[in-house]
């Protein structure tokens, strides 16, 4: 592991770039029950162990299930879906026009 991240690093000296350790860390994807944790330094700086992460608006968890994903969908659907009742009524609530201009700003992502 260490041969790759010296190899990493002298790549990315090379192209005159630079890797942010405050915004990388390590995930271990493993279908173990548990999964190792491993301490990784990068220009002597220690990389923070986590076991989901979120890449390209995707949330991968260690086991690569997809649940860390389906809950985080779930829970912000949930919300939107909260404001849209909170806002509809049969006698009180919205114009049904306003309610449809709602549903599309906030749910039709």
């Excluded at 991968?60 to 909170?86: R, V």
Aim: positive net charge.
């Amino acid at each position: 592991m260490s041969n790759s991240l010296n190899s990493l690093n002298v790549w990315l000296v090379k192209n005159d770039l630079n890797l942010s350790v405050s915004k990388s860390s390590i995930v271990v994807f493993s279908k173990k029950r548990t999964t190792p944790v491993i301490n990784v330094t990068f220009n002597g700086q220690s990389l923070p162990y986590k076991t989901k992460i979120k890449f390209l608006g995707v949330i991968l968890d260690s086991k690569l299930s997809g649940l860390a994903h389906y809950e985080h969908i779930d829970m912000k659907c949930a919300q939107l879906l909260n404001i849209m009742k909170c806002l509809s009524g049969v006698w009180w609530g919205a114009h049904p026009f306003s309610m449809k201009l709602v549903y599309n700003a906030l749910l039709r992502i």
